[in-house]
Protein backbone atom coordinates (compact mmCIF):
# COMPACT_ATOMS: atom_id res chain seq x y z
CA UNK A 1 0.00 0.00 0.00
CA UNK A 2 1.26 3.50 -0.52
CA UNK A 3 1.40 4.81 2.78
CA UNK A 4 3.53 1.81 3.41
CA UNK A 5 6.04 1.84 1.03
CA UNK A 6 7.55 5.08 2.69
CA UNK A 7 8.28 6.70 -0.62
CA UNK A 8 7.53 9.90 -2.41
CA UNK A 9 4.25 9.72 -4.63
CA UNK A 10 4.80 13.02 -5.19
CA UNK A 11 8.11 14.94 -5.70
CA UNK A 12 8.87 16.43 -2.09
CA UNK A 13 5.60 14.88 -0.45
CA UNK A 14 6.38 11.89 2.06
CA UNK A 15 3.67 9.27 1.89
CA UNK A 16 3.98 8.69 5.56
CA UNK A 17 3.30 11.98 7.25
CA UNK A 18 1.89 11.36 9.85
CA UNK A 19 4.52 12.38 11.67
CA UNK A 20 4.26 15.73 10.38
CA UNK A 21 0.40 16.49 9.98
CA UNK A 22 -0.37 15.76 13.58
CA UNK A 23 2.80 14.67 15.57
CA UNK A 24 0.60 14.63 19.31
CA UNK A 25 -1.94 11.61 17.23
CA UNK A 26 1.81 10.02 16.37
CA UNK A 27 2.81 9.95 19.90
CA UNK A 28 -0.35 8.58 21.19
CA UNK A 29 0.21 5.80 18.47
CA UNK A 30 3.81 5.39 19.70
CA UNK A 31 2.62 5.16 23.46
CA UNK A 32 -0.47 2.61 22.26
CA UNK A 33 2.54 0.91 20.50
CA UNK A 34 4.98 0.40 23.33
CA UNK A 35 1.65 -0.51 26.13
CA UNK A 36 0.63 -3.33 23.81
CA UNK A 37 4.03 -4.59 23.14
CA UNK A 38 5.49 -4.66 26.41
CA UNK A 39 2.17 -5.34 28.83
CA UNK A 40 0.23 -8.85 28.79
CA UNK A 41 -2.92 -8.52 26.40
CA UNK A 42 -4.62 -11.09 28.65
CA UNK A 43 -8.72 -9.26 27.82
CA UNK A 44 -10.26 -11.92 26.20
CA UNK A 45 -12.36 -9.90 23.67
CA UNK A 46 -9.21 -8.50 22.38
CA UNK A 47 -6.31 -9.88 19.67
CA UNK A 48 -3.45 -8.40 17.36
CA UNK A 49 -4.43 -8.71 14.18
CA UNK A 50 -2.04 -9.09 11.23
CA UNK A 51 0.17 -6.80 9.61
CA UNK A 52 -1.66 -7.93 6.41
CA UNK A 53 -5.57 -6.74 7.95
CA UNK A 54 -3.84 -3.88 9.18
CA UNK A 55 -2.88 -2.55 5.66
CA UNK A 56 -5.92 -3.91 4.03
CA UNK A 57 -7.46 -1.77 6.62
CA UNK A 58 -5.31 1.19 6.27
CA UNK A 59 -6.08 0.93 2.51
CA UNK A 60 -7.64 3.59 0.03
CA UNK A 61 -10.88 1.91 0.28
CA UNK A 62 -11.30 4.45 3.27
CA UNK A 63 -12.38 7.05 0.26
CA UNK A 64 -15.08 4.80 -1.41
CA UNK A 65 -18.76 5.01 -0.97
CA UNK A 66 -20.52 2.04 -2.35
CA UNK A 67 -23.91 1.89 -0.49
CA UNK A 68 -26.08 -1.65 -1.41
CA UNK A 69 -24.14 -4.92 -2.24
CA UNK A 70 -21.57 -6.03 -4.94
CA UNK A 71 -23.15 -5.40 -8.30
CA UNK A 72 -26.45 -3.60 -7.09
CA UNK A 73 -24.65 -0.39 -6.26
CA UNK A 74 -25.90 2.92 -5.59
CA UNK A 75 -23.55 4.87 -6.52
CA UNK A 76 -20.77 4.38 -9.64
CA UNK A 77 -17.15 3.50 -9.19
CA UNK A 78 -17.78 -0.08 -7.45
CA UNK A 79 -15.69 -2.41 -9.52
CA UNK A 80 -12.87 -2.92 -6.69
CA UNK A 81 -15.28 -3.15 -3.84
CA UNK A 82 -17.80 -5.65 -5.48
CA UNK A 83 -14.77 -7.25 -5.95
CA UNK A 84 -13.22 -7.34 -2.44
CA UNK A 85 -17.12 -7.69 -0.94
CA UNK A 86 -17.76 -10.73 -2.83
CA UNK A 87 -14.48 -12.28 -1.88
CA UNK A 88 -15.21 -11.47 1.85
CA UNK A 89 -18.57 -13.06 1.62
CA UNK A 90 -16.79 -16.58 -0.52
CA UNK A 91 -14.12 -16.84 2.24
CA UNK A 92 -16.31 -16.32 4.97
CA UNK A 93 -19.35 -18.76 3.60
CA UNK A 94 -16.31 -21.39 2.90
CA UNK A 95 -14.93 -20.48 6.19
CA UNK A 96 -17.82 -21.91 8.71
CA UNK A 97 -19.77 -23.88 5.27
CA UNK A 98 -23.03 -21.08 5.68
CA UNK A 99 -25.77 -21.00 3.35
CA UNK A 100 -25.59 -16.31 2.78
CA UNK A 101 -23.03 -13.97 4.63
CA UNK A 102 -23.35 -10.42 5.30
CA UNK A 103 -19.86 -9.22 5.97
CA UNK A 104 -20.99 -5.47 6.35
CA UNK A 105 -21.97 -5.21 10.14
CA UNK A 106 -19.76 -2.40 11.78
CA UNK A 107 -19.51 -4.28 14.83
CA UNK A 108 -20.85 -6.88 16.69
CA UNK A 109 -24.00 -4.74 18.06
CA UNK A 110 -24.77 -3.67 14.52
CA UNK A 111 -24.81 -7.03 13.60
CA UNK A 112 -27.35 -8.09 16.35
CA UNK A 113 -29.61 -5.17 15.70
CA UNK A 114 -29.86 -6.37 12.10
CA UNK A 115 -30.74 -10.18 13.16
CA UNK A 116 -33.19 -8.60 15.38
CA UNK A 117 -34.90 -6.68 12.37
CA UNK A 118 -34.54 -9.55 10.30
CA UNK A 119 -36.69 -12.25 12.34
CA UNK A 120 -38.82 -10.06 14.69
CA UNK A 121 -40.85 -6.98 15.38
CA UNK A 122 -40.48 -4.64 17.84
CA UNK A 123 -42.46 -5.81 21.26
CA UNK A 124 -41.58 -9.44 20.61
CA UNK A 125 -40.15 -11.42 23.21
CA UNK A 126 -36.66 -12.38 23.24
CA UNK A 127 -34.82 -14.52 25.67
CA UNK A 128 -31.02 -14.45 26.51
CA UNK A 129 -28.34 -14.87 28.71
CA UNK A 130 -28.45 -12.78 31.29
CA UNK A 131 -25.75 -10.13 31.12
CA UNK A 132 -25.08 -10.67 34.90
CA UNK A 133 -24.18 -14.37 34.24
CA UNK A 134 -22.42 -13.73 31.42
CA UNK A 135 -24.45 -12.74 27.99
CA UNK A 136 -24.07 -9.81 26.63
CA UNK A 137 -25.72 -6.08 26.25
CA UNK A 138 -27.37 -6.75 23.31
CA UNK A 139 -28.76 -9.57 24.18
CA UNK A 140 -31.80 -8.45 26.24
CA UNK A 141 -30.25 -5.92 28.70
CA UNK A 142 -33.05 -3.26 29.71
CA UNK A 143 -30.81 -0.06 28.96
CA UNK A 144 -29.99 -1.36 25.56
CA UNK A 145 -31.73 -1.47 21.90
CA UNK A 146 -32.27 -4.80 22.60
CA UNK A 147 -34.55 -4.48 25.66
CA UNK A 148 -36.06 -1.26 24.90
CA UNK A 149 -37.44 -2.33 21.49
CA UNK A 150 -38.16 -5.79 22.29
CA UNK A 151 -39.85 -7.60 25.61
CA UNK A 152 -36.48 -8.91 26.66
CA UNK A 153 -36.40 -11.59 29.17
CA UNK A 154 -33.34 -13.81 30.40
CA UNK A 155 -31.98 -17.09 31.68
CA UNK A 156 -29.59 -17.60 34.42
CA UNK A 157 -26.87 -19.90 35.02
CA UNK A 158 -26.61 -22.70 37.66
CA UNK A 159 -26.61 -21.18 40.53
CA UNK A 160 -24.24 -23.83 41.89
CA UNK A 161 -22.17 -25.19 38.64
CA UNK A 162 -22.57 -21.52 36.66
CA UNK A 163 -23.33 -23.62 33.68
CA UNK A 164 -26.42 -23.57 31.64
CA UNK A 165 -29.15 -25.41 33.03
CA UNK A 166 -30.35 -26.64 29.70
CA UNK A 167 -33.80 -28.13 31.60
CA UNK A 168 -34.55 -25.15 33.34
CA UNK A 169 -34.11 -22.86 29.92
CA UNK A 170 -36.54 -25.15 28.21
CA UNK A 171 -39.01 -25.20 31.00
CA UNK A 172 -38.43 -21.22 31.06
CA UNK A 173 -38.82 -21.16 27.35
CA UNK A 174 -42.22 -23.34 27.48
CA UNK A 175 -43.78 -21.28 29.71
CA UNK A 176 -42.57 -17.99 27.58
CA UNK A 177 -42.92 -19.01 24.32
CA UNK A 178 -40.39 -16.41 23.19
CA UNK A 179 -40.28 -15.66 19.41
CA UNK A 180 -36.43 -15.71 19.83
CA UNK A 181 -33.78 -17.92 21.47
CA UNK A 182 -30.27 -15.94 22.05
CA UNK A 183 -27.13 -18.38 22.90
CA UNK A 184 -23.96 -16.89 23.09
CA UNK A 185 -22.06 -14.99 25.37
CA UNK A 186 -19.42 -12.62 26.72
CA UNK A 187 -18.27 -14.44 29.26
CA UNK A 188 -19.21 -17.84 29.96
CA UNK A 189 -16.00 -20.32 29.82
CA UNK A 190 -17.95 -23.68 28.17
CA UNK A 191 -18.90 -25.00 25.19
CA UNK A 192 -22.68 -24.45 24.46
CA UNK A 193 -25.10 -27.34 23.44
CA UNK A 194 -26.60 -25.88 20.30
CA UNK A 195 -28.00 -28.54 19.93
CA UNK A 196 -30.41 -28.54 23.05
CA UNK A 197 -31.07 -25.29 22.42
CA UNK A 198 -32.26 -25.74 19.10
CA UNK A 199 -34.51 -28.29 20.60
CA UNK A 200 -36.04 -26.06 23.09
CA UNK A 201 -36.55 -23.57 19.85
CA UNK A 202 -38.59 -26.56 17.54
CA UNK A 203 -40.47 -27.40 20.65
CA UNK A 204 -41.24 -23.94 21.95
CA UNK A 205 -41.45 -22.43 17.95
CA UNK A 206 -38.93 -19.32 18.33
CA UNK A 207 -36.12 -18.71 16.19
CA UNK A 208 -32.22 -19.44 17.15
CA UNK A 209 -29.74 -16.76 16.88
CA UNK A 210 -26.05 -17.42 17.84
CA UNK A 211 -23.81 -14.98 18.62
CA UNK A 212 -20.20 -16.42 17.91
CA UNK A 213 -18.26 -12.85 18.56
CA UNK A 214 -16.15 -14.63 21.28
CA UNK A 215 -15.92 -18.31 19.57
CA UNK A 216 -15.70 -17.34 15.87
CA UNK A 217 -11.95 -18.06 15.66
CA UNK A 218 -12.31 -21.00 17.80
CA UNK A 219 -14.74 -22.77 15.41
CA UNK A 220 -13.45 -21.14 12.20
CA UNK A 221 -10.47 -23.08 13.64
CA UNK A 222 -12.07 -26.79 14.99
CA UNK A 223 -11.35 -25.87 18.47
CA UNK A 224 -14.99 -25.36 19.02
CA UNK A 225 -18.52 -27.04 17.98
CA UNK A 226 -19.74 -25.30 15.28
CA UNK A 227 -23.81 -23.52 15.63
CA UNK A 228 -24.24 -23.49 11.82
CA UNK A 229 -26.03 -26.92 11.49
CA UNK A 230 -28.49 -25.17 14.33
CA UNK A 231 -28.78 -21.44 14.20
CA UNK A 232 -31.30 -19.71 11.92
CA UNK A 233 -29.11 -16.83 12.30
CA UNK A 234 -25.17 -16.52 13.50
CA UNK A 235 -23.92 -13.11 14.54
CA UNK A 236 -20.36 -12.33 15.38
CA UNK A 237 -17.61 -10.12 15.38
CA UNK A 238 -14.46 -10.13 13.48
CA UNK A 239 -11.96 -8.59 15.88
CA UNK A 240 -11.84 -11.18 19.04
CA UNK A 241 -10.69 -14.78 18.78
CA UNK A 242 -10.91 -14.82 14.68
CA UNK A 243 -8.27 -11.83 15.17
CA UNK A 244 -9.55 -9.57 12.07
CA UNK A 245 -10.13 -5.80 12.15
CA UNK A 246 -12.69 -4.39 14.33
CA UNK A 247 -16.44 -5.42 12.88
CA UNK A 248 -19.15 -7.96 12.48
CA UNK A 249 -20.61 -10.13 9.98
CA UNK A 250 -23.99 -12.23 9.70
CA UNK A 251 -24.36 -15.80 8.70
CA UNK A 252 -27.64 -17.25 7.90
CA UNK A 253 -29.52 -20.05 6.05
CA UNK A 254 -30.77 -18.64 3.01
CA UNK A 255 -34.74 -18.78 3.49
CA UNK A 256 -33.46 -15.40 6.04
CA UNK A 257 -30.69 -14.30 3.35
CA UNK A 258 -33.08 -11.22 1.66
CA UNK A 259 -34.52 -10.42 5.47
CA UNK A 260 -30.68 -10.08 6.80
CA UNK A 261 -29.53 -7.84 3.74
CA UNK A 262 -32.24 -5.30 3.81
CA UNK A 263 -31.94 -5.47 7.84
CA UNK A 264 -28.46 -4.11 7.29
CA UNK A 265 -28.47 -1.94 4.24
CA UNK A 266 -31.11 -0.02 4.58
CA UNK A 267 -32.19 -1.15 7.99
CA UNK A 268 -29.78 0.10 10.20
CA UNK A 269 -26.51 1.11 8.13
CA UNK A 270 -25.75 3.52 5.28
CA UNK A 271 -22.52 3.05 3.85
CA UNK A 272 -20.17 -0.30 3.95
CA UNK A 273 -16.92 0.33 5.64
CA UNK A 274 -15.11 -1.08 2.51
CA UNK A 275 -11.50 -0.96 4.18
CA UNK A 276 -12.85 -2.60 7.12
CA UNK A 277 -14.35 -4.96 4.37
CA UNK A 278 -11.04 -5.69 2.98
CA UNK A 279 -9.67 -6.17 6.01
CA UNK A 280 -12.40 -8.93 6.96
CA UNK A 281 -11.66 -10.93 3.93
CA UNK A 282 -7.53 -11.01 4.57
CA UNK A 283 -8.56 -12.30 8.39
CA UNK A 284 -11.26 -14.71 6.55
CA UNK A 285 -8.28 -15.70 4.17
CA UNK A 286 -5.80 -15.84 7.10
CA UNK A 287 -8.27 -18.43 9.17
CA UNK A 288 -8.68 -20.78 5.82
CA UNK A 289 -4.91 -21.49 7.04
CA UNK A 290 -3.41 -24.45 8.53
CA UNK A 291 -1.97 -22.18 11.18
CA UNK A 292 -4.65 -20.45 12.15
CA UNK A 293 -6.49 -24.23 12.90
CA UNK A 294 -3.03 -24.76 14.83
CA UNK A 295 -3.49 -21.61 16.49
CA UNK A 296 -6.95 -22.39 17.59
CA UNK A 297 -6.14 -25.26 19.24
CA UNK A 298 -3.48 -23.69 21.34
CA UNK A 299 -5.86 -21.33 22.04
CA UNK A 300 -7.64 -23.33 23.75
CA UNK A 301 -4.60 -25.62 25.36
CA UNK A 302 -3.37 -22.51 26.57
CA UNK A 303 -6.41 -21.47 28.36
CA UNK A 304 -6.70 -25.08 29.73
CA UNK A 305 -2.81 -25.03 31.40
CA UNK A 306 -3.58 -21.38 32.97
CA UNK A 307 -6.91 -22.46 34.22
CA UNK A 308 -5.42 -25.79 36.03
CA UNK A 309 -1.89 -23.82 37.28
CA UNK A 310 -4.53 -20.92 38.88
CA UNK A 311 -6.56 -23.62 40.73
CA UNK A 312 -3.86 -25.60 41.46
CA UNK A 313 -2.80 -22.12 43.28
CA UNK A 314 -6.05 -22.15 45.00
CA UNK A 315 -7.65 -19.70 42.89
CA UNK A 316 -12.18 -19.61 42.63
CA UNK A 317 -12.62 -20.28 39.09
CA UNK A 318 -16.39 -19.75 38.15
CA UNK A 319 -17.01 -23.72 36.07
CA UNK A 320 -13.69 -24.90 37.83
CA UNK A 321 -11.88 -24.41 34.66
CA UNK A 322 -12.56 -23.30 31.00
CA UNK A 323 -12.81 -25.03 27.76
CA UNK A 324 -12.61 -22.00 25.17
CA UNK A 325 -10.46 -18.96 25.67
CA UNK A 326 -11.37 -17.61 28.50
CA UNK A 327 -11.60 -17.91 32.65
CA UNK A 328 -13.47 -16.22 35.13
CA UNK A 329 -12.03 -16.12 38.52
CA UNK A 330 -13.91 -14.90 41.31
CA UNK A 331 -11.83 -13.22 43.54
CA UNK A 332 -14.21 -13.11 46.64
CA UNK A 333 -12.20 -15.49 49.02
CA UNK A 334 -9.23 -13.25 48.36
CA UNK A 335 -11.10 -10.47 49.49
CA UNK A 336 -10.46 -8.36 46.74
CA UNK A 337 -12.94 -6.60 44.16
CA UNK A 338 -12.75 -6.83 40.70
CA UNK A 339 -11.98 -3.42 39.62
CA UNK A 340 -8.82 -3.52 42.52
CA UNK A 341 -7.59 -6.74 40.85
CA UNK A 342 -7.98 -5.30 37.38
CA UNK A 343 -6.02 -1.99 38.41
CA UNK A 344 -3.52 -3.73 40.75
CA UNK A 345 -3.08 -6.18 37.71
CA UNK A 346 -1.96 -3.45 35.49
CA UNK A 347 0.28 -2.21 37.31
CA UNK A 348 1.89 -5.08 37.23
CA UNK A 349 1.89 -5.30 34.03
CA UNK A 350 -1.37 -7.54 33.03
CA UNK A 351 -4.32 -6.04 31.61
CA UNK A 352 -7.45 -8.08 31.78
CA UNK A 353 -10.95 -6.77 32.47
CA UNK A 354 -13.06 -6.53 35.88
CA UNK A 355 -16.21 -8.88 35.50
CA UNK A 356 -19.54 -9.24 37.28
CA UNK A 357 -20.20 -12.70 38.87
CA UNK A 358 -23.05 -14.35 38.29
CA UNK A 359 -25.72 -12.39 41.19
CA UNK A 360 -23.02 -10.30 41.67
CA UNK A 361 -23.46 -8.39 45.13
CA UNK A 362 -20.90 -5.53 43.99
CA UNK A 363 -22.76 -4.42 41.02
CA UNK A 364 -20.76 -4.03 37.27
CA UNK A 365 -18.33 -1.04 38.50
CA UNK A 366 -16.78 -2.92 41.13
CA UNK A 367 -17.96 -6.49 40.70
CA UNK A 368 -16.19 -9.33 42.71
CA UNK A 369 -14.40 -11.15 39.41
CA UNK A 370 -12.15 -10.69 36.60
CA UNK A 371 -11.91 -12.00 33.11
CA UNK A 372 -8.59 -13.56 31.63
CA UNK A 373 -8.64 -13.91 28.12
CA UNK A 374 -5.55 -15.82 25.57
CA UNK A 375 -6.22 -15.13 22.59
CA UNK A 376 -3.69 -12.42 22.28
CA UNK A 377 -0.84 -13.83 24.02
CA UNK A 378 -1.25 -17.01 22.15
CA UNK A 379 -0.62 -14.99 18.78
CA UNK A 380 2.46 -13.70 20.14
CA UNK A 381 3.53 -17.12 20.13
CA UNK A 382 3.08 -17.74 24.07
CA UNK A 383 3.20 -21.90 25.11
CA UNK A 384 1.59 -23.89 28.14
CA UNK A 385 5.25 -22.87 29.79
CA UNK A 386 4.40 -18.71 29.20
CA UNK A 387 1.06 -19.44 31.05
CA UNK A 388 2.14 -21.63 34.29
CA UNK A 389 4.65 -18.31 34.45
CA UNK A 390 1.81 -16.00 34.19
CA UNK A 391 -0.01 -17.72 36.70
CA UNK A 392 2.83 -16.96 38.54
CA UNK A 393 2.72 -13.35 38.36
CA UNK A 394 -1.61 -12.94 38.59
CA UNK A 395 -0.50 -14.75 42.03
CA UNK A 396 1.76 -12.49 43.05
CA UNK A 397 -0.17 -9.20 42.41
CA UNK A 398 -3.22 -10.46 43.35
CA UNK A 399 -2.21 -11.42 47.11
CA UNK A 400 0.87 -9.53 47.41
CA UNK A 401 1.35 -6.07 49.31
CA UNK A 402 0.08 -4.24 46.58
CA UNK A 403 2.74 -1.78 47.16
CA UNK A 404 4.43 0.14 43.96
CA UNK A 405 8.22 -1.37 44.33
CA UNK A 406 6.51 -5.32 44.05
CA UNK A 407 4.52 -4.27 41.95
CA UNK A 408 7.37 -2.58 39.54
CA UNK A 409 9.23 -5.48 40.02
CA UNK A 410 6.65 -7.83 38.73
CA UNK A 411 6.07 -5.51 35.74
CA UNK A 412 9.37 -5.46 34.78
CA UNK A 413 9.51 -9.69 34.84
CA UNK A 414 6.43 -9.22 32.54
CA UNK A 415 8.29 -6.84 30.17
CA UNK A 416 11.09 -9.12 29.81
CA UNK A 417 8.55 -12.09 28.96
CA UNK A 418 6.62 -9.66 26.31
CA UNK A 419 10.41 -8.95 25.29
CA UNK A 420 10.74 -12.92 24.02
CA UNK A 421 8.09 -12.32 22.15
CA UNK A 422 7.39 -9.49 19.97
CA UNK A 423 4.71 -8.70 18.25
C1 LIG B 1 -21.16 -11.92 22.65
C2 LIG B 1 -20.93 -10.54 22.11
N1 LIG B 1 -21.77 -10.07 21.17
C3 LIG B 1 -21.63 -8.85 20.64
C4 LIG B 1 -20.61 -8.04 21.03
C5 LIG B 1 -20.56 -6.63 20.48
O1 LIG B 1 -19.52 -6.40 19.67
P1 LIG B 1 -19.08 -4.88 19.35
O2 LIG B 1 -18.29 -4.42 20.51
O3 LIG B 1 -18.29 -5.03 18.07
O4 LIG B 1 -20.34 -4.10 19.14
C6 LIG B 1 -19.68 -8.48 21.98
C7 LIG B 1 -18.57 -7.59 22.37
O5 LIG B 1 -18.00 -7.64 23.37
C8 LIG B 1 -19.86 -9.76 22.54
O6 LIG B 1 -19.06 -10.21 23.50
Known amino acids: MLQLQNKPYKEGVSVNPLAQVDPEIQEVLKAEIERERFRLQMIASENFSSPAVLEAQGSIFTNKYAEGYPNARYYQGCGPSDRVEQLA ?3 VKALYQAEHANVQAHSGSTA ?11 GDKVLGMDLADGGHLTH ?14 SYKVHPVTHLIDY ?3 AKQARELKPRLLIAGASAYPRIIDFAAMRSICDETGAYFLVDIAHIAGLIA ?5 SPVPYADVITSTTHKTLRGPRGGFILCRNEFAKKVDAAIFPGVQGGPLMHVI ?9 AHQPAFKAYAQQIVSNAKVLAEELLSRGFNLLTNG ?8 DLRKENMTGADAARRLEEGGIVVNKNGIPDDPLGPRITSGIRLGVPAITSQGMREAEMHQIAGYIDQVVRGNGEAAEL ?4 NSVRELCERFPL
Open 89 to 91: IDR
Open 112 to 122: NLAAYMALLQP
Open 140 to 153: GAKFNFSGKLYEAH
Open 167 to 169: EAL
Open 221 to 225: GGAHP
Open 278 to 286: AAKAVAFHE
Open 322 to 329: TDNHLILI
Open 408 to 411: EKIS
